[in-house]
């Protein structure tokens, strides 16, 4: 009886020191992974690349709301979405001078000339008009930490859920009429921010 409760104990400190070493292996290779992906991210292949396909994404499905996608859902999210993902060369050139003018003309436009300002230039002149005049707090403490990534990720789930009730199903938002891009379009939305968040928790 005591040679088998020796057994038994050796047997389950084997499992345990095996268990434990395949712990210690995944972490090994977690690390490299992350090592490898900076490394990446070093060369511009990473976040700064994620950025910019994030920003045109958005950007896209934006165009596509007001041209032939013509959703209910809540499109006006990819403001903020752009606004918090534009690359940084894109954000201080339209913060500056440049969207100054653009903004200008926006907004004279749109007060005495309402009749010929475009109904699909309200988001885009909403977005220049929010990169112009937002406090530095916003353009720079926020935009550049986790919580302007996660404020991305949350916009990002809650279109690609929306999206989906809409399309009746996970399947079907595949197989509509546009359905492929619209969807491959909001799942962009998201891999920007689980990047940047998974390089920020390791």
């Not at 002149?125 to 949350?154: E, M, Y």
């Amino acid at each position: 009886m005591g040679r088998m409760e020796y057994l038994a104990m050796k047997t389950d400190q084997a499992t345990a020191d095996l268990i434990t070493s395949d712990f210690n292996e995944l972490k090994i290779a977690a690390k490299k992974l992350m090592n490898d992906a900076t490394r990446l991210g070093g060369l511009g292949f990473g976040t700064s690349f994620l950025k910019w396909v994030a920003s045109f994404a958005a950007i896209y499905l934006l165009i596509l709301d007001r041209t032939n996608w013509r959703t209910n859902m809540l499109t006006s999210l990819l403001i903020p979405y752009i606004f918090l993902s534009l690359p940084s060369v894109l954000f201080h050139f339209l913060r500056g001078e440049v969207g100054k003018w653009i903004a200008f003309i926006a907004v004279v436009l749109r007060l005495f000339l309402p009749r010929h300002f475009p109904d699909w230039l309200e988001m885009p002149g909403s977005l220049i008009l929010l990169l112009v005049v937002a406090p530095n707090f916003f353009a720079h403490t926020l935009k550049d930490s986790w919580i302007g990534v996660v404020i991305c990720l949350i916009i990002g789930c809650y279109l690609l859920q929306e999206h989906i009730r809409a399309s009746g199903g996970f399947r079907n938002s595949f197989t509509q009429t546009h359905g492929i891009s619209n969807t491959l379009g909001i799942i962009l939305l998201l891999v920007y921010p689980v990047w940047s968040l998974v390089l920020h928790i390791f």
